[in-house]
């Protein structure tokens, strides 16, 4: 089963690479089009693929649900490619915006990938899976920007060719499935499952996983201008505002080997408020480096918990559906957060995200201790470990 983790694995940071590292450089990519750097239209087609993405989400899952959860792994990683091919030869801002609906209409890989995945593992090693395909986003999230920065400096004619390129990474990702094995059969008794409660729980899991990214990102789009108070370069800038995923990154591993481990949601998205707070509060660079690290130790814990919730909470006969509707809740987060970030910054001041960030991440907690999940297993999963 390792091999077949790593394929996946594989799979998903290929296809995280490409959709994580072009947004950042959006607007200058759109010059070719003879659009403005600071044009609308860069913030349209930013926010583009993840409203696709969140509507077409549980289509995709009950896809993966009745014709197999590798080929809908498959299917998403052909689907990026083609999205990326059109992006690297439209003609005109008509077809770029047809690409990129395509890139969110065919997209969902990380479900895909936790889908295909919950029909191999069961119970703590799905949880722990679930943890690795977090790390992969987080290590392209940390290793594309920079890269594809560097790409375009070296480069700095090739505009929208850059999608070409991009597009043989999720092309070997497409080959490399070829790899991984058929689907199981899924048990009769399985599919038999009808459980009002499962469901009830599923809710508060979907609300609590908006709330969760949702407090993530709407700290992203503004930390440029807010760091720029503390840190001289942009370099730096990106050092701190990467820190958070870096801490996630050094410490799975060591947390995957720990005994009672299982601290789980509520003090991630506890520390999660209480940095958020801290950041709103700052005096200096040392200071921000500080709430930083507790920021990512908070997120560190928080995925940790919500993905044993939701291994425990997950159906088979349904994880396609079900992994959908969390990614779902995920894009819907992004588009909110981005939204509330950009009228908070004009409105309020730079800081105003963040304490939104807490406000959410303390939301999160309140709705646990007020939802089924309390009293579930999972509570009593945390005990004993």
């Not at 949601?265 to 999660?272: K, N, Q, R």
Request: hydrophobic letters at 55%; a positive charge; aromatic letters at 12%.
């Amino acid at each position: 089963m390792r091999s077949t983790l790593q394929v996946v694995l594989s799979c998903h940071f290929l296809a995280a690479f490409t959709v994580l590292g072009v947004p950042l450089y959006l607007p200058r990519l759109l010059v070719s089009f003879g659009i403005a750097e600071r044009s609308l239209w860069a913030g349209v087609l930013f926010s583009l693929p993840s409203v696709m993405t969140a509507i077409s989400a549980a289509w995709w899952g009950r896809f993966a649900d009745r014709y197999g959860r590798r080929l809908s792994l498959q299917r998403a990683l052909f689907g990026l490619t083609c999205a990326f091919l059109l992006a690297g030869v439209s003609p005109s801002l008509p077809w770029l915006i047809v690409a990129l609906a395509l890139q969110g209409i065919a997209g969902g890989t990380l479900a895909a990938a936790n889908g295909y995945l919950s029909l191999h593992l069961r119970g703590e090693q799905l949880a722990k899976a679930l943890n690795w395909t977090q790390s992969s986003a987080r290590l392209a999230l940390l290793s594309a920007p920079p890269l594809i920065g560097g790409i375009l400096m070296w480069l700095p004619d090739i505009g929208q060719r850059l999608w070409l390129g991009l597009a043989m990474l999720s092309l070997c990702g497409l080959l490399l499935s070829l790899r991984l094995p058929a689907d199981p059969a899924v048990e009769p008794t399985h599919r038999a499952v009808q459980n009002n409660g499962i469901q009830s729980t599923f809710h508060y899991l979907w609300a609590m996983q908006f709330l969760f990214n949702f407090a993530m990102v709407v700290t992203f789009p503004y930390f440029l201008p807010y760091a720029a108070h503390w840190l001289p370069t942009e370099v730096l800038i990106g050092t701190f505002y990467s820190w958070p995923h870096l801490i996630y990154l050094l410490l799975l591993p060591l947390w995957h080997r720990l005994a009672g481990r299982s601290l789980y949601f509520v003090p991630g998205m506890a520390l999660i408020a209480i940095a958020a707070w801290w950041h709103s509060q700052l005096t200096g660079a040392s200071s921000l480096l500080a709430a930083r690290t507790l920021f990512g130790c908070g997120m560190l814990l928080a995925y940790s918990g919500a993905n044993q919730m939701l291994s425990d909470t997950i159906r088979q006969h349904s994880a396609g559906k079900q992994f959908g509707q969390i990614d779902a809740a995920g894009k819907w987060a992004g588009v909110a957060a981005g939204l509330a970030a950009g009228w908070l910054v004009s409105h309020v001041s730079l800081q105003a995200p963040f304490l939104a960030s807490a406000a959410a991440a303390s939301g999160a907690v309140l709705l646990f201790v007020i939802s089924p999940l309390r009293g579930s297993g999972y509570v009593r999963i945390t005990r004993r470990s």
